[in-house]
Each structure stands twice: as C-alpha cells, then as structure tokens.
C-alpha cells in the first residue's frame, strides 16, 4: 500500500534534499528542496504531468463505466478525483517553491498548507474507499461518522497552526516547524493508515484471501521503493507517481474481479431469464391446452346431458305420479349429480388460474332459498333425515350480490352435511345483523348436523383441495373433494368467513358469515317456507301462440329438446341446423327470439349473429339473440354478450330458466298467459 511507503520516502528525500536545514532551530525550507539545478526540477514537474495524464484517463474511464450505479460504489472513483487533484497541487506548489522561482514567502506557505492538505486527502480518501466494502450500513455509517470527527480535528490543528503559528512559522522571515507540523504532516497519516488496515481485518470477507496478501505485498514493495528511490536517484520524489500506479493496481485487483462476477453473474442471470421465459412459454402453452381441454370436456360432456335432463324433464312433466316419474327423479338426480362434478372442476380450474369472479347483480333472496329448499328437502327425505330449516322472516328479500354463488355456498355446505350424517337431522338457520350502514346486511349462514363429526386436528384440512377427512369411514361416499375447498374460495371472495365446530361422532357445525348490499323494502315475511318443498312444483305455464322461436344447433337431440321444452308454451317454432340456414330463414320469417348454439361447424354462433345484424331488412332481423352453449369456462358468459348476444343460457338447458327467457324477451302483447313457478 502506496500510503506507508510515502511517509518513510517523505523523511528520508526531506532529510537529503535539504541544503538549508538547521537542526538546533529545527528550521526546514519547504520540502520538494531539488537542489539548485533547475534541470532536476523541470525533471520533476514533467514526472508529475505525466502522472497527472495517467490519473485523468482512468477518471474518465472509471466515470464511464460507474454511470448509473449507486454513490457508494464509487468510491475508487472518488480516490483517482483526489489523487489527480494532488498530483496537480503537487505539481503547482514544486514550481512555485523551485529555488529562484520569486515568490514571496507567503505564497510558500500557502503552498506548504496545499501540500499538507493533498497527502491527507489522499489517504482519507483511501481509507473511505476501503470502508466501501463494509455490508452493514450501520456500522459503515458509525465508522463514517468516526473518521469526519478525526477529520474535523485534522482542519481544526490547521486552522490553529496558522493562527499561532504551530504549524508554520515565517515570523523570522523563514519558513519554520511549529509544535503541530509532525502531527499534521506525518501523525495523522499514520493513523488513516492504520484505520485502513483495520477496516481491511473488519471487511476481510469481502476480499479473497489472495487479495489481502496483494495488498500487503502492495505496501511492502511501494515501502522499499519509496524509501531506496530518493537514496539513489538524487532530487526525485517518486510519491505521487507511485500513488497514481497504485489506483490503477487497485481497480485490477479489487474492482475488475467484481466487474467480472457480476458478468459472469448477469450471464447467468441472462440464461436463467431465458430459461424462465421458456418455462412461462411452457406454462403459457399448457395453460392454454389445460383451457382448451375443459372446454372440450364441458361441451361434450353438457352437450348430452342436456338431453338427458331436457327429456327427463319433459317425463316429469308428463308423469306426475307412479314408477315412471320416480324413475325419471333418480335419472334427474344423478343427471345433477354428475353436472355438479363437472362445475366443481370448472370452479377449481378457475381458482387455480386465479380467474374465479363474482357476478354481483340484483337478486331475491326467497327465490334462492326456494331452490336450496327444494333441493336438499328431497335429498334429506331420501336418505330418512329429518331437515329443518328456520329462516328469519324479517330479512330483506331484495339483495345486490352474486346469486349463484351465495346459492351455490349453501348448497355445498347443506350437501357436505346430508352426505356425511347417515341419521338424524340436518339443521339450516339462517338470521342476519345489519351494523351503521343501513343499506347492508350480514348473512349469518349456520348448518348443523348429527352426522359422523370431524376430529379437531382435521378441521384445518376441510377447504383443502382434494381433501377427505377419514377416508376410511368416507370411502363409499360420492365428491371429488372440492366442495368445500370451493366454497371457502367463494366465501372469502364475497368479503365472509367460515367457522367450523365438531364433535367426532356427534356431529358438525358449519357458520358462514356473507356481506351483501340491501336494494329494496321487502322482506321474507310473506315467504312460506314450509310451503316450497313440495314434491312437485305448481307451475303457470307461459302461454304465447302468437311468439315465434327459432333454434339454431347442429345437434339433433338438442334441438329435439328445447322444442320439447317449449311445447307446453305453444309458441311456433322453427329450427335450423347450421348457421347458413338460419340465416334464410331469418331472411324469409320474423321470429321474437332467436335460441343460438355458440359452438358449429362452418358457421359458428358469434359469426351466424354478425351476419344477422348486416340483414337489417330482413324480417327476423331484429329478434332478440340468446346464445346457448355448453362452455362454461370463465369469461365466455362476458365474452358472448359483448359480441352482442342478447343473453345467456349454459347447457343443460334448464326449463324453468327457459321460459323465463322466454317471458323476458317475448314482446308482452303476444303472451296470453304468464308464466313461472310460484309455491
């Protein structure tokens, strides 16, 4: 390290060089003294410019390459700064003290206080460089904070050397010692020097051990020559020549090998970005196969499970009583079954992908536990449970939320408690709080069963996907294992919580909390509970001879089954079994609505609707559209109306949710008798 050396080399050079030194008065003419040939001082001065040269290039080159990067990693930078700036004071004060220069004495102390200020700089600078390596801000920080007090005391000495004289003195018209001059000039060197060491022993995990011991060699050999140069080639002082070499030692030794890791590492970096880019490709590829694939499977599995559940509907329609109709009431009943397996899956997908939404909207509330009732009532009955259900009449009926998913959370957890309680009852309350916000109201959803119970350590597994608790005692049990990991996606996505308490043996709790808005005045109480689990549902069939409906699907059975669905409704329809025959019969007929399948060779769906829309003469041009389609994906509902799709219907097609269609868009002057289902 240069900084030793330059000290050993100050003494010895200051010592020989000197022609005017008394040691009783300890009277030294400044130093840098070369002698009374000018040649050696021009010699000198010309060492020095070329040492300045050396130190601009690599500022310029170390400006370039440290652009952009945070300022305490710049402190190389800031040392090549301070030892160009030395190397230029160094050069001015030589010329100006060169014997025979004609300055006054003055102007020489001046220069003395310039040359006192550089070396200090120089190794402050150092050892702040040094400091730059710590990786605990605190502690660099404090020891920061250290080295600016030493340094404060160093200007403060200067300051009162040059007000008392204890630094220089030139009251006796020469340039004097004064009793601060060693500590200025030689003392506090020492000390950065010594503080640098230390700061190497503290930071020596940021450098390799083959670094340490360049470093010392570095000191070693800058020692030698600093100290055997000015004894052999008299008038020349190789300081600042050796300190401008030493920067650049320093970058190759302990800057260009972190250049060179952090290349090495931002070309693994750049390998792994690639290979992270062609896993998301993967990823992207098979997310959009795994989509793909759902989409086939739901259309092929709804495509014939509407027929299934159309046909059986239309038995049940047909049959009130008898073999026939409970035949028809198991095939429904395993028809749903199996339609909620396959939304179950659809759900999980859309979980998985992060894709699940809500479709907040206004909703009856009685109308949803209407159905809930109507479904779990007859699965209790089957199975011998007793199911009871209390609901609080004063309840606002008139909701702003998701209806299908605030349906399809009771029904999960009212299914979850039939399915596992072989005798006793099931229990379904529901009550509600409203706190300071008039216009909201808090669903306390509670469903309590005698069932088999749940083991305390297993309750935290219950919302887990593809879970089942006691496999042993559940194995003969139908689910997939995703209800219930649905229905706690779907809780948590409405703003509610779920609590779960059970007895192994005795039975479970299940307490659902779900935040909906309040829309209107009316209440549950007109609502008859116990009325609406009758076997079979009084119906008002609509009733519209003058309406026309035209279907349009590729599929025959389908086509069989809406137009089976629609018989009672005595509307006249019309079918077409591509998206080329509709539109002719578009062209030739006026129809009121218009049921289209969305997936068809040729001419699908959302093409058939555009080439609808250009016949704005044509007579079934202006019927409403609803689309059909037994892709239930997330976003094909969105995605459908706003191709401009009146509305929706997902395959199965349900008759109930049929005929509402129809009734919502069948012009009212052509309906002779309304229709619905009422209890």
Known sequence: MCIHGQIISQL???CYTCKDFNTDSATLYIFFRRGNNNLDTHYIIESEIAVIFLSVTLCVYLQVIYTGTSSEKKGLLRYCYMTTASSIVDVICTAVMAPGAGFSLMTKYVCSLMLQCADCGVYFMFMRYIAGFGQDSAFKRRMFYAQNICLGIFFYLMLAGHFTGANYNISSGRLEHGAFWGVLSYVFLWLWSAWTWAEIYIYRRAFTRGQIWALFLNFVVCWIIMAIVPSLLHGISVNFIIISVNVYYFFFLLETPAYRDLERTLE??????????????????????????????????????????????????KYEAGPIYQYAQDIQSAGNTLLHIINDILDFS????????????????????????????????????????????????????DRIRVHQVMVNILNNAVKYTKRGSVKFTLTGTRGDDPSLIVLHITVTDTGIGIHAEDIPKLFKSFSRIDAKETHNIEGTGLGLAITGRLIELMGGTVEVTSTYGMGSTFHVVLPQKIVGTKTLRDYELAESHKAKTERKVLKAPD????????????????RSLMKDNAVHVDDADSGEECLKKVAANPYDVILM?????????????????????????????????????????AELLSAGFDDFLSKPVNGKELEEMLAKYIPANKITQGGGYSV
């Open 547 to 562: 309406a026309r409906v035209l279907i349009v699907d590729d599929n025959d059975m389908n086509r069989i089954v809406l």
């Open 12 to 14: 010895i050079s200051r």
């Open 597 to 637: 399948d969305y997936m068809m060779p040729r001419m699908d769906g959302k093409e058939t609707l555009i080439h609808i829309k250009e016949m704005t003469d044509a007579p079934g041009a202006k019927a409403k559209i609803i689309v059909c389609t037994a892709n239930a994906l997330v976003g094909v509902r």
């Open 350 to 401: 859309k979980i998985e992908s992060g894709q699940l939404e809500l479709s907040s909207r206004n909703y009856d509330l009685s109308r949803v536990l209407r159905d809930v009732d109507n479904m779990i009532r007859i699965r209790a009955e089957q199975k011998g449970l007793q199911y009871i259900a209390q609901i609080d009449e004063s309840l606002p009926d008139e909701l702003f939320g």
């Open 268 to 317: 693994r970096l750049r390998k792994a970005k690639e290979l992270a880019d062609e896993a998301n490709q993967v990823a992207i590829a098979a997310d959009a196969a795994k989509g793909e694939f759902l989409a086939n499977m739901s259309h092929e599995i709804r495509t014939p499970l509407t027929t299934i559940l159309g046909m059986d509907e239309v038995i049940l329609r």
